[in-house]
């Protein structure tokens, strides 16, 4: 047996356990990848939580990731099955959410289903900016990570640029990445266009190979290359 793989299985934790009015134990799991092994673990949860209650949980696995859910919901071999819920969070109506009272059905409402998920963003931004600065912070904190899932941290700094939120952005965490590795992409994609002009000047309009393989230098070779540039007698030559 692969001893890393024993001690991962040894030290899972359950993401969310509790219960309801009625007694039942149910065990909610976040997952934002597909993962073929989620059945098995699934399965150790729930053994686990059986160890400690005495008690089978009801068992929801709230996919939360941009791909589509993949994941198999059931365990099967020779005199055994195991099953739970598999729920893609997407089929859940996000309008509703954005209507409850709690902040963080508001926050989840983003991954959820949403008739216009930048009136949402508005919406919940909104709400955010009427809250105590460290409730604020915490929740904001949360809404970032959560818009990082559908590509949306842009969009939610727009937001909270046209609120009147009294938070340095580039405290943040999130924020800060987000307009760090932006702000290197569009430097890369400047030299790229340089380095196109000046190919083309010497050389007439590029082919595709030839755009896929500038596009796909680094900053530091797009450097070396405007040196060959200058020695370099054929388009093959200088993109080799």
Not at 169 to 196: C, F, K, S
């Amino acid at each position: 047996m692969d001893r890393r793989r024993a001690s991962k299985v040894q030290n899972t934790r359950a993401d969310l356990l509790g219960g309801t009015a009625s007694g039942d134990l149910v065990h909610v799991e976040l997952q934002s990848g597909n993962d073929a092994l989620m059945p098995l673990r699934t399965a150790e949860y729930c053994l686990g939580i059986f160890r400690v209650f005495g008690r089978f949980p009801r068992q929801v696995l709230l996919y939360v990731g941009e791909p589509p859910l993949r994941m198999a919901s059931e365990l099967r071999g020779p005199d055994v099955l195991f099953r739970y819920r598999a729920i893609d969070i997407r089929e859940i109506d996000g309008d509703r959410l954005l209507e409850s009272d709690g902040v963080g059905d508001n926050v989840i409402a983003i991954l959820a289903k949403l008739r216009d998920r930048r009136q949402a963003l508005h919406k919940i931004v909104s709400r955010l900016a009427g809250l105590p600065p460290e409730e604020r912070r915490e929740a904001l904190d949360q809404l970032l990570i959560l818009a990082g899932l559908r590509k949306l941290a842009g969009v939610v700094k727009e937001e909270m640029n046209a609120m009147p939120i009294q938070i340095d952005l580039m405290e943040n965490e999130v924020i800060a990445d987000y307009y760090n590795r932006g702000r290197q992409e569009g430097v890369h994609e400047g030299e790229i266009a340089i380095q196109r002009r000046q190919i083309e000047k010497r050389f007439g309009v590029m082919p595709e190979w030839a755009q896929q393989r500038l596009a796909s230098r680094t900053t530091e070779q797009l450097e070396q290359l405007s040196v060959r540039l200058l020695d370099a007698g054929a388009l093959k030559e200088l993109l080799k």
